[in-house]
């Protein structure tokens, strides 16, 4: 297996009763197989990480689930964190799962529409008010028509 250069970044919103002795525990988890900067803002109630260094892939996971942990067990919000491994950058959502499931779904909205976009497509949005028949004399509440 080939090692790689890994980064992970970002911030992320936490309790304010957040302990320095949790952010202690991490820091000597991850210590043994990256660079690990942790910083706690007690005004802002979060987070910033930067963990990084040369490693095997399976030890990049193994942060990512850790910090996956910490979010879910002090977070108070989800977050996305960058996570670039030899130059490829990927999110890692972090927090409360339901935060996570609403952050994935906002990314797949997104990823829909890249394609969209991508093909050259026109077209058109058409809202109406609830309960409005599609074959009624009424104007649309709005008609957006997007060109790329």
Known sequence: MD??????????????DLEAEQIERIRQHLGGIATVYLAH????HAVSLR???T???DDARIIERRIEKFAEENGTA????LSEWN???DWLMVGLNWHVQCLLKLDAVQEQFARLVERDFDFLV???PPGGNAGSERQPLMC????T
Do not use: F
Not at 41 to 44: E, F, L
Not at 78 to 81: K, Q, R, S, T
């Open 78 to 81: 989800g977050a996305i964190l």
């Open 55 to 57: 490693m095997l892939r």
């Open 126 to 128: 058409r809202l109406q």
């Open 87 to 89: 130059g490829l950058s």
């Open 3 to 16: 090692k790689g250069t890994y980064v992970l970044s970002g911030s992320l919103p936490v309790h304010d």
């Open 41 to 44: 803002d007690q005004t802002a």
């Open 144 to 147: 957006v028509s997007v060109a």
């Open 51 to 53: 963990i990084s260094g």
